[in-house]
Structures are given as C-alpha cells and as structure tokens.
C-alpha cells in the first residue's frame, strides 16, 4: 500500500484558467475527504464522500468548487475560473468508515497568478 | 459549532528537553475524538497520537502524551526527550460525529534546538 496520492504536487496556473486535482486513497478505505489549507493555517474542510456518494459539500467554497468520486475509487477536485484567493494547498484523506483517524496525501500547491 | 484553539503560534525546544503543547476545544458533545498531528516542513501530515473522549486514561505514543481535561476542555501534548526530528508544525484537531471529519486549530510551529 502506497499510501494517499495526489497529483499533481504542484500546479501553477493563470487566473481563469480551471485545475483538476487528483487523489487516489487507501484502496481499504471507503471515506474521503478534501481540505484546503492556506500558508500559517490549519486544515479548511470542504467536502467528503462514502464510497462514490457525496455526503457534505456545503463547506465548498464556492460553486467554482466541485469534487466527483465516480467509482468510489479515486477522487477529482474541480476548481473553474481560477482567483489568485485560491493560491493554497489541497490536501486529501482517507479513512475506514468505522474508524476516526484520516490518513492524508503529500497534498497538491496551486499557485494562481 | 465547535472550535479548536491552538493559543501558542511558535514554540522552541532544546534537544532532549521536554515541551508542551497547549489546545483547548468547544462542544457540546459528549462523545468525541481529539487528536495531534504533525507537519514537518514541506511533508505530509501524520497522525502523533488519538484520545477518545469518554477514556480517562490519558493517551501514550512512545515519547508523545497528552493531558486531557474534558471538564476544561483541554487537551495538551507533551513532547518527551525531544529530538530534531520532532521539528513540525504540530495541528490540534476535534471530531465530534459520525463523518469523520476533523476540525483543526491553526497550528504550532515547533523547533528543536541542537
């Protein structure tokens, strides 16, 4: 097991253009989960799912925001119309669904410029 | 809603000293999971140590305890025999339900000192 993979590690990007983020979880884990977290900042939640079902996506930051998990397998974070605000880190987890503890990736660190 | 705070932005340490690392939380949950993490520079994040709520004894990883005070909603790290290694930012973070996820204070950066 490799652990929590996202790809790319880092995506540098002019403002408007859209990003996509990979992750690909724990292949035993059901749960995942994506954050955002800003340079000095601890972790921003933005949305989870279970299996292929996106169980909360209120914490998006905006409807430039989306994520998928189509198979329930590995997951794809949408950023549309980029916004130099969205320069960060974006972290990706997983967990087993009977457990607390989030496993996490390297992250992905978009520049918007 | 609940919150972490994490009161200490920076904090340094002598190599084999002991430091603490304080965090304080709010819910009103009465069954939940608090938890430490740790970034060192430009790496990923990894769990240090867990401790479930509704277990008074308190939490033990090799070098790494906390002191968990559920009636003051504390919940402190302490760092034994510190090493370079242990150079990071170290996260505060509380799960309360079903999902999950975690809510995280915004950090402390620790250093090592040789």
């Known amino acids: 097991d490799t652990g929590v993979s996202q790809d790319p590690r880092h995506k540098i990007t002019k403002r408007g253009q859209n990003v996509t983020f990979r992750c690909d979880p724990i292949s035993e884990h059901n749960r995942l989960y994506w954050y955002r977290q800003t340079l000095g900042q601890g972790p921003e939640f933005l949305t989870y799912f279970q299996n292929e079902a996106q169980l909360e996506k209120s914490r998006l930051l905006s409807d430039r925001f989306s994520a998928e998990r189509p198979k329930g397998s590995f997951s794809t974070l949408e950023i549309q119309r980029t916004e130099q605000g969205d320069s960060a880190m974006y972290l990706c987890a997983s967990s087993d669904s009977g457990a607390n503890v989030l496993t996490f990736g390297a992250g992905s660190r978009l520049t918007v410029l | 809603a609940q919150t972490v705070t994490q009161s200490q932005p920076e904090m340094s340490v002598q190599e084999a000293e002991t430091v603490t690392l304080s965090c304080t939380y709010d819910t009103s949950e009465s069954n939940y999971y608090l938890f430490w993490y740790k970034q060192p520079p430009s790496r990923q994040m990894i769990l240090v140590i867990r401790?479930?709520?509704?277990?008074?004894q308190n939490a033990t990883e090799n070098r790494f305890s906390v002191n968990f005070q559920k009636a003051a909603k504390s919940f402190s790290l302490k760092i034994s025999d510190s090493q370079l290694g242990d150079t990071a930012m170290y996260f505060c973070a509380f799960n309360g339900g079903s999902q999950g996820n975690l809510i995280f204070g915004k950090g402390t950066k620790l250093s090592v000192k040789p």
């Open positions: 401790q479930e709520a509704y277990k008074q």
